[in-house]
């Protein structure tokens, strides 16, 4: 028996199947051995040595795998192909007392029977070089989030967290709410003609381009009126016309975050929800009569490269199901960024032949439509250039020259199979059709339209659109975008309005507090470095304790100018009400915890009475039976409902708001509907605006 230890047991079944009765396949679940979580656990008047320790959780699963490799012929460590994949694996040869130097490493790429044959053709050694830089990652990490974060619990408030990723990628948050707050809206005009030609129905618009002989923003009312004024009875003659040919290029297949950003705009799937069919696809899903399959590559890459039997698999299946004038002579390659990794190929499905609709009907709905969307992209990639037609007419009226732009379609090429990421919308007036126009020839006007706009702030940022901004910017790797946008959401420094993520007040205040204290170190610039020295490390060309020794001196100093200069926010003073506690008969007090706002007794440690804070925002409505104020309630399962403050002795509640009168007709109690008021029994019509 041959012992294959893997990360997730999500794909033992699969791996099991592929490798038979003579290996056996056991699962690490994740890692194994790891920095104690209740002491700083680095030594770092020692070279900044790590002390791990298995962890906990872990303790039997390790014990039960070297049970398992006493009896082994040999043991293989096939964690995933990524520097962590390669650290786990290293900690596992230490766990099992496997020399890392010898040949007991193999990685693939893709769960599938040929890789993996592939992959126990050649298995090496642990690459102790990948192994380092994700030991410098964790104790960077370790270092700046264990001496960190007690600052910010006791300079601000208790249970506070900074990191090295984190808190830059919340500084994108607030920075760019920041922008939104200082942002001044400027105004301008946009004046459009709508056009036909004589005896024709097909309008089409044309937009102002030159006034005068120039090209001029239109930024008030005055200088619109003056033009409309100067058009009154203009005739509207096709001056020139200028037709071309132009070509849109295939989009690479997918990496980490052009997957998750795709998925979001697309299928209006989170990044949890995204990362979650992913890795059922990369794993394994359960195929009647077949067991488990995997149906992509491996799915954290910054990568856009495609190996040579992917690029002929896609190229056949082109030839075969569109035909030849969908085939580019020369496979289509990608330009990898200056900082991707390039360990891995792109995320691409495994074989052609496994269709999306193939599984429709046993996958579950994000996983098939995920599976579609990679599927579909990986095709295109490979596919010919999409040509469009092109025509530009200039027409002059008077003073004025407006500008009319017709695009259309001359051949698919790859939108045959992938419509990109711009919608096409249907305006009414057929924008974008333009009728057959001649040189010269008179138009019949059919109405002009000014419109006055503003400029528009900065958008918030979604989860796509950081993602897109960390990769950008060179903050974190594939494998770390979605945990970063999630934690600084589950700390509650970040919050949901929409699909738009915007910062909390504490949220806020730690940015607030590191941009002040330790902005040499937490900021875009220093991060992406950072990201370039670890590469290096893997690369073998420093090593992992000078770049951390060099990182500890200029951190050191800020933490000392921290912890001396800092200001420590007083702790609030509880607010005084009218309020009699009903235990003891002393006032009652406002105090503040991290759920909110409540009433507590100011007889407090003698008396513990807590009652809940009604604030005057939270107002909703009169009750109909008591008359007294209702306010607005979050039930256990987050719903909104109005409740009567009255309560124990009125017990009246309304999922909507209450105005306080009656219905004249049947007696309810009237509710109001966005702008009417109508009454809250479903049999009854009565409505009043």
């Known amino acids: 028996m041959k012992l294959v230890v893997i990360e997730s047991p999500g794909k033992r079944e699969t791996l099991q199947k592929y490798l038979g009765k003579e290996y056996l396949v056991m699962s690490s679940k994740g890692h194994v051995r790891d920095l104690p979580s209740k002491s700083f656990a680095v030594d770092i008047n020692h070279n900044f040595e790590p002390k791990y320790e298995i962890m906990p959780d872990k303790r039997a699963i390790i014990e039960d795998i070297k049970n398992k490799a006493k009896n082994a012929e040999y043991v293989l460590l096939a964690t995933d192909p990524d520097r962590e994949g390669e ?33 126990l053709l050649n298995p090496r050694k642990i690459d102790l070089n990948l192994v380092d830089a994700q030991q410098a990652r964790r104790i960077l990490d370790r270092i700046m989030g264990y001496k960190l974060s007690p600052i910010l619990c006791k300079k601000i408030q208790p249970k506070l967290s900074a990191g090295r990723v984190q808190s830059v990628c919340l500084r994108l948050v607030v920075d760019r709410e920041k922008e939104i707050e200082d942002f001044k809206p400027e105004e301008y005009w946009n004046l459009t003609a709508h056009l036909k030609k004589h005896n024709q129905t097909l309008v089409f618009k044309a937009g102002l381009l030159e006034y005068k002989g120039k090209k001029e923003k239109l930024s008030n009312k005055q200088q619109v009126d003056e033009i409309l004024e100067g058009l009154k009875n203009a005739t509207y003659t096709v001056e020139s016309i200028k037709k071309s040919k132009t070509k849109s290029k295939a989009p690479a297949p997918f990496t980490t975050s052009t997957m998750q950003q795709e998925a979001l ?35 954290r890459t910054d990568s856009v490269r495609i190996s040579e039997d992917a690029v002929k698999m896609a190229r056949e299946y082109i030839q075969n199901t569109y035909g030849p004038k969908y085939l580019p002579s020369k496979p289509n390659v990608f330009a990898v960024k200056a900082n991707a990794q390039d360990a891995h190929e792109a995320i691409r499905p495994i074989s052609l032949q496994r269709t999306p609709e193939s599984i429709k009907d046993v996958a579950p709905s994000d996983v098939y439509r995920l599976y579609k969307l990679i599927y579909d992209r990986f095709v295109a990639c490979q596919m010919s250039e999409a040509i469009y037609d092109n025509v530009t007419a200039n027409i002059v ?18 939108t045959a199979v ?49 993602v897109k901004a960390m990769e950008e910017k060179g903050i974190g790797r594939p494998s770390t975008y979605a945990p970063t946008v999630t934690v600084i959401a589950s700390r509650e420094y970040t919050k949901k309005d929409g699909k738009y993520i915007i910062p909390t007040e504490i949220g806020r205040a730690v940015t607030g507090f590191l941009e002040k204290y330790f902005n040499k170190m937490i900021n875009v610039k220093f991060t992406a470095y950072m990201e370039t020295k670890l590469d290096e490390i893997a690369e073998n060309k420093c090593t992992w304790q000078t770049v951390i020794e060099k990182f500890w001196q200029s951190f050191k100093e800020l933490l000392d100018n921290a912890n001396f200069n800092a200001y420590v926010s007083p702790k609030k003073e509880p ?32 008396c513990k009475n ?4 009604e604030d005057e925002n939270t107002q909703k409505g009169v009750c109909p039976e008591c008359g007294k104020e209702v306010v607005q309630r979050k039930s256990k399962k987050g719903k909104i409902f109005y409740a009567c403050t009255g309560y124990p002795d009125c017990k009246f509640m309304s999922w909507d708001i209450p105005t306080g009168e009656k219905c004249p007709i049947c007696n309810s109690p009237l509710i109001v509907k966005g702008k009417k008021v109508v009454c809250s029994s479903k049999s009854c019509k009565y409505v009043k605006e």
């Not at 009226?397 to 790859?414: E, H, P, Q, R, S």
Request: proline share 5%; charged share 30%.
């Open 418 to 466: 992938y419509k990109g990421e711009a919608k096409e919308k249907d305006s009414g007036l057929e924008e974008g059709k333009l009728p057959k126009l001649e040189e010269g020839e008179t138009l019949e006007l059919d109405k002009l339209v000014p419109e006055q706009k503003f400029t528009k702030p900065p958008t918030r940022y979604t989860e796509a659109t950081l």
């Open 87 to 119: 650290a786990i694996a290293w900690h596992l040869a230490y766990c099992l007392g496997i020399d890392p130097q010898t040949k007991c490493r193999i990685v693939f790429n893709e769960i599938s029977k040929s890789a993996v044959d592939k992959a």
């Open 610 to 613: 807590v009652m809940r804070y």
């Open 265 to 299: 705009n697309k299928l209006n799937m989170t990044l949890k929800r995204t990362t979650s069919a992913a890795q059922q696809l990369y794993e394994g899903i359960d195929i009647p009569k077949e067991g488990k399959v995997a149906f992509i590559t491996y799915i």
């Open 397 to 414: 009226a008077n003073a004025c020259i407006f500008k009319a732009v017709g695009k259309t379609l001359d051949f698919a090429g790859y």
């Open 575 to 606: 607010i005084k009400t009218d309020i009699i506690c009903d235990k003891c008969g002393s006032p009652m007090v406002i105090r503040e915890s991290k759920f909110g706002k409540f009433l507590g007794c100011s007889n407090y440690p003698k």
